[in-house]
C-alpha cells in the first residue's frame, strides 16, 4: 500500500490509534502513522516483511509474527493486540488480507486458501471492536468468482453495526506514480466520506466506483520520472553502502521523498465527496460495464 495513499485515505476517520492486520512491509501503518494516528499494533505471517516493517519504522514495536488464517494463533495474535491496545480499544482496525485467489494476475483459485483470510479480519473486527475500519483488496473481489465472498464480508460488518462503503480507489488520482486500482471497504458508525481525487483519472478505469465531483479540473499527477529520476544510474558497492542522489531533485515529489517538503506542502487542502454506498451487486455490475 503506498503510504501517499493510506495518509490521504486515513483523513477518512477522526484521528486516533490504528492496528493493521496483513501489515507486509508497513504501508498502511506508516500512511496512517503520517496523518497523526498512533500505530498500536500490526501483524504478519511474513518474516521478510516484519523484518522490513520495522527497519522502516526504528524505535516502534515491531509486527506480531503469526498466521491469522490459523484458528489458535488467531486468538494468540488478538490476545497480544489487546494488551499493547490497552482499555482505550482500537479506534481504526485496517487490512489488506492476500488477494492471490481474486487476483487477475493470480489463477483466480476459489479454493486457493488464502481467499478465506478476508474472513479473519472480519473476525478480528467482531473480537476487537474497533470504532472505525478499513479493509483493502484487489478489484477483482467484485467480480463473479469473488463478488459472493464480498457481499458475506458486508453482510457480517453490517450485522456487526458496521455502516460499510465501497470504493474502486485510483491511485494515481492521488498523486501515487503508479496506474494502481484497488478496492477499499470502510466500515463506520454514522455517515462516510471519501477524498475527492485531485490528480486526474486515467483510463482504463472504474470511474464509477471511484467517488469523486463532476467537473473538476484535477492536476495532471505524478509521474514515475517525478518519482525517481534523481536516482543514482550506478548501483551502490554493497547493500549497506549510500549511492547517493543521481541529481539534484526536480520535482515536489522527489523534495517530500527526501525530506525537503512535508506532505503539507506536496498535497491540496483536501475536498471531501459523500459516499453513495452502492451494494455489492451494483458495484460488480458497475464494475463490469467499466464505467
Ligand atoms: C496485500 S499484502 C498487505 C500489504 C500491507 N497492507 C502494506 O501496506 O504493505 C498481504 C499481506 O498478508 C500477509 N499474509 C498472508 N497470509 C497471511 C496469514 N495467514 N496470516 C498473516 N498474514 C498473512 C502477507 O505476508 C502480506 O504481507
Redesign the pocket.
Known amino acids: 500500500?503506498p503510504p501517499l495513499l493510506?495518509y490521504q485515505l486515513a483523513a477518512i476517520f477522526d484521528q486516533g490509534s490504528v492496528v493493521?492486520l496483513?501489515?507486509?512491509?508497513?504501508?498502511?501503518?506508516l500512511g496512517f502513522e503520517l496523518a497523526g494516528f498512533e500505530s498500536l499494533a500490526a501483524?504478519?505471517?511474513?518474516p521478510h516483511?516484519n523484518e522490513t516493517f520495522v527497519q522502516n519504522r526504528p524505535g516502534r514495536e515491531a509486527a506480531i509474527d503469526?498466521?491469522?488464517?490459523?484458528p489458535a494463533e488467531h486468538r494468540v495474535a488478538v490476545k497480544e493486540i489487546r494488551k499493547r491496545v490497552g482499555s482505550s480499544g482500537v479506534d481504526v482496525l485496517v487490512?489488506?488480507?492476500?488477494?492471490q485467489g481474486f487476483s487477475t494476475a493470480g489463477n483466480c483459485d476459489p479454493e486457493d486458501p488464502?481467499n478465506r483470510?478476508v474472513f479473519?479480519f472480519v473476525a478480528a473486527v467482531a473480537e476487537l471492536k474497533p470504532r472505525a475500519l478499513m479493509m483493502?483488496n484487489v478489484a477483482a473481489l467484485l467480480f463473479r468468482r469473488g463478488v459472493h465472498v464480498l457481499r458475506s464480508v458486508v453482510a457480517e460488518l453490517e450485522a456487526l453495526g458496521y455502516d460499510t462503503s465501497l470504493a474502486i480507489v485510483h491511485a494515481e488520482g492521488y498523486g501515487v506514480p503508479q496506474l494502481r486500482r484497488r478496492l477499499f471497504l470502510t466500515g463506520t458508525r454514522g455517515g462516510a466520506r471519501w477524498p475527492d481525487p485531485w490528480c486526474e483519472l486515467r483510463p482504463p478505469g472504474h470511474f464509477r466506483l471511484q467517488p469523486h465531483r463532476e467537473g473538476v479540473e484535477r492536476l495532471s499527477g505524478h509521474t514515475v520520472r517525478d518519482a525517481i529520476a534523481d536516482l543514482p544510474m550506478k548501483t551502490a558497492p554493497n547493500l549497506n553502502a549510500d549511492a547517493g542522489y543521481g541529481s539534484d531533485a526536480s520535482s515536489d515529489y522527489q523534495r517530500w521523498v527526501r525530506g525537503e517538503i512535508s506532505l503539507c506542502e506536496l498535497l491540496p487542502e483536501p475536498a471531501w465527496v459523500a459516499a453513495d454506498h452502492p451494494t455489492v451487486e451494483e458495484a460488480a455490475s458497475a464494475l463490469r460495464s467499466r464505467t
Do not use: N
Not at 496483513?22 to 501503518?29: A, E, H, K, N, R
Not at 501483524?43 to 511474513?46: L, V
Not at 487490512?95 to 488477494?99: A, N, S, V, Y
Open positions: 500500500m493510506a493493521d496483513f501489515s507486509g512491509c508497513g504501508g498502511m501503518s501483524a504478519d505471517i511474513d516483511g503469526l498466521d491469522l488464517g490459523d487490512g489488506g488480507p492476500p488477494c488464502r483470510l479473519s483493502e
